[in-house]
């Protein structure tokens, strides 16, 4: 379901240092992984489709039914195929696991006779009519039962315009609506209880709704909200009924029906003791086709400020204001800092993919300064980091140098949610830490940002102490569900084990080797951040980064290699016992290594690759088990939608594969790193409904992509990017605020292989440069591409800068 509408045309806007003056809004494509292979949901991106700013708190669009239980994915609200419950305010974009969010809704029905049951939102869902037209700002759908509903969305405030046909019109707003997980998860959301007012005889209402759970197992949250009509109802009735959703412990229903909801006249409902369901019924006359529109904003502080939101960021009630307005925002914030060549001779679907993975990538987190309900500080805050784990790879890196301003913003939040929440978080969501899949990756977020120098208004001072707190206090448990062993709420779980026994060991703890392995890079991202704020601990945190080689079994064979990662007990010795490297159990919770294989992961230790690739036997064998790693047909670990029907063992749709095609750069075989990094770009990432393999993951798949077209990858926590091979032409890219990255490039016709580079005009004889020479001031990368593979370089390889020998 989706089409795209022409482009808006030609808007005159302001830019940055690389000057714009076109709407590139345009080559967005708002569905790119909206579905997976089979045209539903499942194994797609989950990501949002709908109005929304960069970083912005108002994710607005539809939600839906679950078609199949078994294979629905509502995490972003919108799906290909589910029927319509509702038009609400926030969303996540490209997570999985349990859905979070789908709150403050509103649905327009055009009856409300039996068997319509307003508590039942399958007796009223509406399958939509033909396709969904979605673009920067703006969003159309049609409804089954005649209404046509476009909307557009501010920060903090959204609008709707209602077009209704000739008869009853009714808009419900349910308090009590959110995204529902599947049943029996343990990990579902629920709603706790609200309030709503009606206000100006209807014309307005304001209130509260209160939800927990989700995706992270997060604690209760709030959110306030005022919404408003441009026409008066003529009718305006509050509601409340028995709350039956099947709350895990709390159910409060038996088994008969859904009840009825009780209407009636009064103008303020509390849900009270039992968390009753709450809402209005707005109806207008029964008469002419008519639009009726509605903004609404929200806030986790007060619903004046939500109203204040209206006022500030809608002021008109014109959709059309709004979605003028948002697509100068997105062009101005992001698009127009990144030029290409857009005449006869551009390759369109590049460009495409270009400014769609640009959009995605600025979905979250969410920029919730002016809204902690938490504590006072004058500190930014953030939320929905979905999750560090998934991000701290790549995606961070260009935030760096694409949004210095929200990058040390986000810096600053997460730094005062250490400050004031104890431990800086690896996935938020709903103002609430959780769930750390392996390390604690702010660790490495911070240090990234910290070795290419970003200072600004963050206290390093704080940022160390939050670092080190992570490398030293152990997480209370959280008995999650999940993983009952450990903490999954924040810090490292698995900390007792790292201390004592410098690894993490399988009868302990989960997850063994793949929390060794981002533990150790933990700590030397601690060991970067410490030699500028407190030297005496960098040897310490250095030697811990170290600490994989103490899983590394030199005895394990497969495939014809020797030596990898392997289980080992806390007793010392590693547990053989049917150990293949090939699998692990599912790569879930509870399995060794997570979302990837041992094999995989023994390729995972960016900060040492000199031991890595002596103690795989040196550079010529490093070399074929690498090129193994992208043999078809050699993967046997299931991993369900997660495997986007990936046969080799590399996975680029789970993130701790993204360095691994790149590797061959530490070898000075740069000329595989292109040709292996393009072969799954090309496979993988398509100007599609299914055009990226699997979940977006708060748009860390779209930045792995971004950095493949520029031609270059950063290495996280070192000032350090590897060269690779563009695939524009010319390409001019502010950095730093001020800056202009330029990076050209010829031959691009003949083929994609390295023939020489030059930066900022001397000729670069190395497949690797450093973030000051061309990411600060700006600077000028010059390739010479060509279809024949060619030795270029010569000079010395990337850096590794976590180097120690353990004995
Ligand atoms: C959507 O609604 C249609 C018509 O009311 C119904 O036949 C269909 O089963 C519904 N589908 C879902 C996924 O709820
Ligand atoms: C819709 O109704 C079903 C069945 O009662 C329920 O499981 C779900 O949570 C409701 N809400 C939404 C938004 O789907
Ligand atoms: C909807 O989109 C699909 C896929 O792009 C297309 O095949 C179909 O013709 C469209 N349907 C309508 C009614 O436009
Ligand atoms: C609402 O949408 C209809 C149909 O597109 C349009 O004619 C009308 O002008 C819109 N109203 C506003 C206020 O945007
Ligand atoms: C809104 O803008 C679009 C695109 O410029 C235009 O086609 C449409 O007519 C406008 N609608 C109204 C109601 O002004
Ligand atoms: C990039 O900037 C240079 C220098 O200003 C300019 O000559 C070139 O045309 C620009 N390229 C693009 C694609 O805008
Ligand atoms: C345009 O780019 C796409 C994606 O890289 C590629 O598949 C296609 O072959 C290119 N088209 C032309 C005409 O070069
Ligand atoms: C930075 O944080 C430390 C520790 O909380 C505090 O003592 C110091 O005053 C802060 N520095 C600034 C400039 O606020
Ligand atoms: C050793 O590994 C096997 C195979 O995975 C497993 O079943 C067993 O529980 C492990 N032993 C210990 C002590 O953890
Ligand atoms: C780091 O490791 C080296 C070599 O094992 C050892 O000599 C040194 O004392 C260690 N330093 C710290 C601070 O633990
Ligand atoms: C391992 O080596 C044997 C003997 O040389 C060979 O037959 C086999 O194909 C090799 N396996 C792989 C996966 O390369
Ligand atoms: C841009 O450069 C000017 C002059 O050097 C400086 O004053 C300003 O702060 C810079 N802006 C950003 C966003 O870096």
Known sequence: MRSRLSPLGLISLLAGSVAASQDLSQYVNAFIGSEGPDGTGYGGGDIFVGGTRPFGVVKLGIDSTAVDWSTAVLNGGWTPDGNVTGFSMMHESGTGGEPKYGLISQMPLTTVDAPVNILDNLTYSQPRVGNDTAKVGYFKTQLKNGVAIELSASRHAGIMNYSFPEGQKHVLVDVSHFLPGSPGDANGQFYTGGE?????????????????????????????????????????????????????RYHNHDNSPIPQATLGKSQILTSGPMNDRIGLLLSWKDGAASHIISRVGISFISAAKARSYIQKEIPSWKLNDTVTDAVKEWNEDVFNKVQVPLDASANMTRVTLLYSSLYFMHMMPSDRTGENPLWDSAEPFWDDFYTMWDIFRCTVSFYHIFQPAYYESMIRGVINIYKHGGYMPDGRSGNWNGLVQGGSDADNVLADAYVKGLRGAVNWTEGYMAMKKDAEVTPYNTFDPTDLTASTKEGRGALDDWKELGYVSQDHNTRCISRTVEYALNDFAVSQVAKGEMPCDVEKYLNRSANWQNIWDPSVKSLNFTGFLAPKLSNGKFNSSDYNPLLCDGCEWQSITYEGVPWEYSFVIPHDVKTLIKLMGGADTFEDRLDLMFKP???????????????????????????????????????????????????????????????????????????????????????????????????????????????????????????????????????????????????????????????????????????????
């Open 196 to 248: 709503i007012q009606i206000e100006e005889d209807g014309k307005a209402y304001s209130g509260y709704g209160t939800y927990i759970g989700g995706w992270n197992n997060g604690a209760s949250f709030t959110v306030y909200f005022w919404g408003e009509f441009s026409e008066k109802p003529d009718e305006a009735q509050a509601f409340s009924g028995a709350n039956t959703s099947p709350m895990p």
């Open 633 to 807: 047909n050699m993967s046997v670990q299931s991993l369900g939608a997660n495997g986007a029907g990936i046969t080799t063992l590399i996975n680029i749709g789970n993130e701790p594969d993204f360095a691994t095609p790149y590797l061959y750069n530490y070898i000075n075989k740069q000329s595989k790193s292109v040709e292996q990094s393009r072969t799954l770009a090309n496979q993988y990432f398509k100007d599609a409904a299914y055009g990226i393999p699997g979940n977006s993951d708060a748009g860390a798949m779209n930045s792995w992509l971004l950095w493949q077209m520029l031609g270059i990858y950063p290495i996280v926590t070192q000032p350090v990017y590897l060269l690779a091979s563009p695939w524009f032409p010319d390409l001019n890219m502010t950095v730093n605020g001020n800056s202009t990255l330029r990076i050209s490039a010829t031959g691009l016709d003949e083929g994609y292989y390295v023939q020489s580079v030059k930066i900022n005009g001397k000729q670069w004889t190395k497949n690797w440069f450093e973030h000051g020479e061309v990411m600060t001031k700006g600077g000028h990368i010059e390739f010479e591409l060509g279809k024949e593979v060619k030795a270029w370089e010569s000079g010395e390889v990337p850096p590794s800068p976590g180097h120690v020998e353990l004995k």
